[in-house]
């Protein structure tokens, strides 16, 4: 049996950890499908695997990376560790950071975007909650470029 902590590809580009788990998430966690999980959660989920798509998506063709190919290149996790894989882990929102504990986190805040912090070396992304009236598109294009000036992309086309 998959972790029930775990939606996603087993070897992800990018991990976004939340602590609050989509509605059924079981029947999801053998056959990841985002167009599924839209539709049997909350317009709140729509939001938030629609920005995990526009965070992740190596082109600017988000929607169909969203509706075909996510899970094969993300994942979400909803435990308070970072996954041991070679990703990078969005943490969402300062209350579900609080959960964690990582030692030598050295995050520095885009200067375009306070609210965002990113730790290169530990290839971890700090971001209020991942919803649209906290994250803007213009929020969005700053992690993208921040992100591509870490070298994700370039990686994961």
């Not at 435990?79 to 943490?91: G, K, M, N, T, Y």
Request: contains cysteine; glycine residues 4%.
């Amino acid at each position: 049996m998959k972790d029930p902590d775990y939606l996603g590809s087993l070897r992800p580009s990018l991990i976004l950890y939340l602590p609050h788990r989509p509605g059924g998430l079981d029947e999801l966690i053998n056959a990841p499908d985002a167009q599924r999980l839209m539709a049997n959660n909350s317009n709140h989920w729509r939001k938030i695997v629609t920005l995990l798509a526009k965070v992740a998506s190596p082109h600017e063709e988000w929607r169909s990376f969203r509706d075909d190919v996510l899970f094969e290149h993300t994942a979400l996790c909803f435990s308070a560790r970072l996954q041991e894989l070679d990703a990078w882990h969005w943490i969402g929102g300062k209350d579900n950071l609080q959960r964690f504990t990582i030692d030598g986190l050295n995050a520095k805040p885009l200067r375009a975007a306070p609210d965002v912090a990113l730790d290169r070396e530990k290839q971890i992304l700090l971001t209020p909650y991942p919803d649209y009236r906290q994250l803007s598109n213009a929020t969005v294009t700053k992690i993208r470029e921040a992100l591509d000036r870490a070298g994700f992309y370039a990686r994961n086309l």
